[in-house]
């Protein structure tokens, strides 16, 4: 409902979280969300996607970086290189997805294609049976795929690397991440134990992952000026409009 306007709120919203983001000394945010949502995406991740096609995915998401850089927050594009046809909750258990490559790179890759030039990505924990029987958090084949053919330059950090949909120990799964091609693990659960597991299996950033880590954090920006009651009360218009 929406319909053109879903950019424009989009980048009030995400400027206003930058705006808070700020307040609170946070500078990065893992957003916008990529993904494609379809008739079969599971309900954790379709009511979190912009939208069901890859050009009008693409604005929005567009529209959600540039909202947030705006605010001199960095922006985590995510869930690379698409979540959008996984029926199952990877936060639970690992999703299949058994589209063929050329169709994946026609719609749920498209819009990370086009939003290669972000700072920040995170991976998505699926397996696509055309590429890899590996996640592609831990398959190099997909971060192959990521770095190369999709165009992606920037770092990469692994979607919480403790979730149900990786099987293994949070040690041996970081390995597996870093050796892919990932640069930074995340990790989410706040388990003691796990953390330590975890920072010793990662290591410290070094070489091109360093190098990655540097120019990123260089495109930091102070935010914008910005009238937060104005843009508050244009975003609650917007709204009021499309759900008319």
Do not use: Q
């Not at 309900?43 to 705006?70: I, M, Q, S």
């Not at 690379?80 to 719609?107: K, N």
């Not at 590429?131 to 999709?150: F, H």
Request: contains cysteine.
């Amino acid at each position: 409902r929406a319909g053109a306007g879903a950019a424009r709120m989009l980048w009030l919203r995400y400027r206003l979280i930058a705006a808070e983001l700020r307040a609170l000394g946070i500078d990065g945010n893992c957003a916008p969300v990529a993904d494609i949502a379809g008739p079969r995406t599971h309900p954790f991740l379709r009511n979190r996607c912009y939208g069901t096609d890859p050009e009008g995915v693409e604005k929005n998401a567009r529209a959600v970086a540039e909202g947030l850089v705006a605010g001199g927050v960095l922006p985590v594009l995510k869930h690379i290189p698409g979540h959008g046809r996984a029926t199952r909750d990877s936060h639970a258990e690992l999703p299949v997805v058994e589209t063929g490559e050329a169709a994946l790179h026609a719609t749920d890759f498209a819009p990370f294609k086009a939003l290669a030039d972000l700072p920040f990505a995170m991976t998505a924990h699926v397996v696509y049976r055309a590429l890899d029987p590996e996640p592609a958090t831990i398959s190099a084949r997909v971060i192959g795929l990521i770095r190369k053919e999709l165009g992606f330059s920037g770092v990469l950090m692994t979607d919480d690397i403790s979730m149900g949909a990786l099987a293994g120990d949070v040690g041996s799964l970081s390995r597996s991440a870093r050796a892919a091609g990932c640069d930074i693990v995340l990790h989410c659960n706040g388990d003691l134990a796990e953390m330590e597991a975890v920072a010793a299996a990662a290591g410290t950033l070094s070489g091109d992952s360093e190098m990655r880590a540097t120019r990123a954090l260089a495109s930091r920006r102070p935010p914008e000026p910005l009238d937060i009651r104005a843009a508050e009360a244009e975003l609650r218009a917007l709204l009021a409009g499309s759900s008319g």
